[in-house]
C-alpha cells in the first residue's frame, strides 16, 4: 500500500500523534498536506479538475495509504478537499454554526412532549408526596412497572397523528423526558412491597374527581410520611450507638450485665429467606427433582461496633417436622437471649429494632422475654421498636 519503506513503529507512532490533535487541528494539518495540487483540464471541456498528490514524509504514497497514515475516513478527506478548493487552508465551521438548523423541533413541538407526558402521569402514574429518595423539585409520579417508554411513545405518536402535529423520533423523545420531566418515572416491579402503599396507588387509580384524589393523595402521604419518620428514628438509634461506642471492642465470652454505663447499644435482628441446600445458580437436571435441605439464617446485628452474629438452624434443628416452625417466637427467643447473654456488652439500657412480623417480633412471648429481663435485672430498659411493614428494606441483619 505505498508504505514498504516506513517501519511499522514509525506508521504507528505517527498515527497515535495524529489522533492526539484536536479536530480542528488534525483538520488544518491534512489540508496543509493537501495544499500541493495541481490542475488537469478534462478533455474536450472548459472545466478543470484538482488531482491531488498524497505524500507522507515527502514520499508520494496512495489515497488509500494517506487515509490510514493520517487517520481519516474517505467522506471526510473528500469535504476537506473541498473546503481547500474553496476556503483555502482554513479552520472548517459548521454552518448551522450561531444559528438554528432548519430541521430543528420547534419549542411547540418540545412542549407537546412535555405535556402529553404529564397529562399520561395525571392518569395514569401514582405520586409519591414525600417521594423516596427526592432530590427534585417537583414531586416523583410512578408509572405502572408495566408500562415502557416504547409503549408509552407508541401511543404518543398516534395521538400525534390524529391531531396533525410532527411527532419527535423516539431518541428525541426519550431525551425530552429525561431533561424536561425526570419526576416522572417507571416504577421497578420491586420499588415498593407495601400492602398500603399498594392500597392507596389503586385507590388513587379508582378514584373519580378531584376531592377524592386529594383525600387519597393525604392518606398516602400521612402513610409515607409515618414510614420516614420510623426510618428516622432507626437511623438516629444507631448514629447514637455507633458514637456511644466508638473505639470499644468486643471480647469472647459473656460480660456481666449491667456492668457498662452504656445506654445506648442497638441491636438489629431478623430472619435472611430462606435457603436450599446444595445450592448452584446453574443447577444441574438430575438434581433438580431431588428435595433439598432446608436452611434456615437468623442474624442478630450489634450496630454500634459494628458486628454480626449468625445462627444456621439445620431442618433437623426445628421444632415442627420437615423444617416447619421456624420463625416462631420460641425459635426467636431461644437465638435472641444467646446472643444476648452471650454476646451482649453489659449495657444498662438498650434500643432493639425488628421488623412488624406477627408471629415472630409482635408475639406476646417475646414482649413478655423483654419484660423478663428487666425484672431480673438483666437489662434496665429495653425500648423495643419495629418498622411499618413493608417499609424495612433498609434492615439487613439476617
Not at 106 to 115: A, R, S, T, Y
Not at 125 to 139: C, D, L, M, N, S
Not at 258 to 271: E, I, L
Not at 364 to 393: E, N, S, V
Request: net charge positive; hydrophobic share 30%.
Amino acid at each position: 500500500m505505498c508504505l514498504n519503506n516506513f517501519s511499522t513503529q514509525e506508521i504507528v507512532d505517527h498515527i497515535y500523534s495524529i489522533r492526539e490533535l484536536e479536530k480542528s487541528e488534525k483538520e488544518v494539518m491534512i489540508m496543509t498536506t493537501l495544499n500541493d495540487f495541481e490542475f488537469r483540464p478534462k478533455p474536450k471541456s472548459s472545466r478543470k479538475r484538482v488531482r491531488y498528490m498524497y505524500t507522507f514524509r515527502s514520499q508520494q504514497i496512495c489515497r488509500a495509504a494517506f487515509e490510514i497514515v493520517y487517520d481519516v475516513k474517505e467522506h471526510t478527506l473528500e469535504s476537506l478537499q473541498k473546503h481547500v478548493q474553496t476556503h483555502g487552508v482554513t479552520p472548517r465551521v459548521h454552518g448551522n454554526k450561531g444559528r438554528k438548523a432548519s430541521n430543528a423541533f420547534k419549542f411547540d413541538e418540545v412542549f407537546n412532549v412535555v405535556q402529553y407526558l404529564q397529562n399520561y402521569a395525571t392518569q395514569n402514574g401514582i405520586p409519591q408526596p414525600a417521594g423516596p429518595g427526592g432530590g427534585g423539585p417537583e414531586p416523583q409520579v410512578y408509572l405502572p412497572c408495566s408500562n415502557t417508554k416504547d409503549e408509552i411513545y407508541r401511543r404518543y405518536t398516534e395521538d400525534c397523528g390524529m391531531t396533525g402535529i410532527r411527532p419527535l423520533a423516539l431518541s428525541s423523545f426519550k431525551d425530552v423526558w429525561l431533561k424536561c420531566t425526570p419526576h416522572i418515572k417507571i416504577s421497578n416491579p420491586r420499588t415498593d412491597v407495601c400492602h398500603l402503599c399498594e392500597k392507596h396507588r389503586n385507590a388513587f387509580r379508582e378514584a373519580v374527581g378531584d376531592a377524592e384524589k386529594l383525600e387519597v393523595t393525604i392518606n398516602f402521604q400521612n402513610h409515607l410520611q409515618m414510614a420516614t419518620r420510623e426510618k428516622q428514628a432507626y437511623q438516629q438509634a444507631v448514629t447514637d450507638s455507633v458514637t456511644e461506642l466508638q473505639g470499644i471492642t468486643r471480647g469472647y465470652g459473656p460480660v456481666d450485665p449491667c456492668s457498662k454505663p452504656y445506654t445506648k447499644v442497638h441491636f438489629t435482628f431478623d430472619f435472611s429467606q430462606q435457603m436450599f441446600l446444595p445450592h448452584h445458580s446453574r443447577q444441574m437436571g438430575p438434581l433438580y427433582f431431588l428435595v433439598p435441605r432446608k436452611v434456615q439464617l437468623f442474624g442478630v446485628r450489634v450496630d454500634g461496633i459494628p458486628r454480626q452474629y449468625n445462627y444456621l438452624v439445620d431442618e433437623n434443628e426445628t421444632i415442627g417436622k420437615n423444617g416447619s416452625k421456624t420463625h416462631g417466637p420460641n425459635a426467636v427467643i431461644s437465638m435472641l437471649h444467646h446472643c444476648l447473654h452471650n454476646f451482649g456488652l453489659g449495657e444498662n439500657e438498650c434500643i432493639v429494632h425488628a421488623d412488624n412480623c406477627a408471629g415472630q417480633n409482635k408475639n406476646r412471648y417475646l414482649m413478655a422475654y423483654f419484660c423478663w429481663r428487666i425484672l431480673l435485672g438483666l437489662h434496665k430498659q429495653i425500648t423495643y421498636m419495629m418498622q411499618i411493614p413493608g417499609h424495612a428494606r433498609y434492615l439487613y441483619p439476617g
